[in-house]
């Protein structure tokens, strides 16, 4: 529990940028979860270094219990081991996919898509149904890199420099059929 005396600070803070509870109890909760999102920042912090410090001695990477994490290029839940090195952590079947050079590192820590997309995240973010983008695909439109195992379709940026004006040309043919 954080000190009455700490919760008046807090209390001074908030008011001062405008934020005001009527129950005095609510500064107190507000302390103590500040309190934990920033021991949890910690941790994580933490962990961060410790994989950090650990791919010094194995610059290849390591494999880790993927506890549910999601992998950032499939976007699937990792039941089982993952594989943690530069590029971050990621599934096996991706890993396998990047060890064989199918896909490159960069698409492992493209949070924002700059670089790639793939097909699942065109799905999720472009509202393109699957079938529209295996048609692209089949009619050289788009140029795919497929994930062996799971199927997954990436699509990088220099390889398809202009995919929003391919699906958008699409939409425009597909209009009225
Ligand atoms: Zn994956």
Not at 103 to 120: A, L, S
């Amino acid at each position: 529990m954080v000190p009455d005396d700490r919760v008046l600070e807090l209390k001074k803070i908030l008011n001062k940028q405008g934020v005001k509870y009527d129950d005095e109890a609510t500064y107190s909760e507000v302390a103590n979860e500040l309190v934990d999102f920033y021991a949890m920042l910690a941790e994580w912090e933490d962990e961060e270094q410790q994989l950090k410090d650990r791919l010094k001695e194995s610059p290849k990477g390591f494999a880790l219990s993927g506890e549910g994490r999601n992998c950032p290029l499939c976007r699937d839940y990792i039941t089982e081991d993952m594989w943690y090195d530069k590029w971050g952590q990621k599934c096996m079947t991706c890993q396998k996919a990047l060890d064989k050079k199918i896909v490159p590192g960069y698409c492992f820590d493209d949070y924002k898509n700059e670089k790639h997309i793939t097909d699942r995240t065109m799905k999720l973010q472009l509202g393109v149904r699957a079938a529209v983008i295996r048609k692209l695909v089949r009619q050289g439109k788009l140029k795919a890199r497929v994930v062996p195992g799971s199927g997954v379709l990436v699509f990088l940026k220099k390889e398809n420099p202009n995919i929003t004006g391919v699906i958008e040309a699409d939409r425009q043919t597909s209009k009225g059929c």
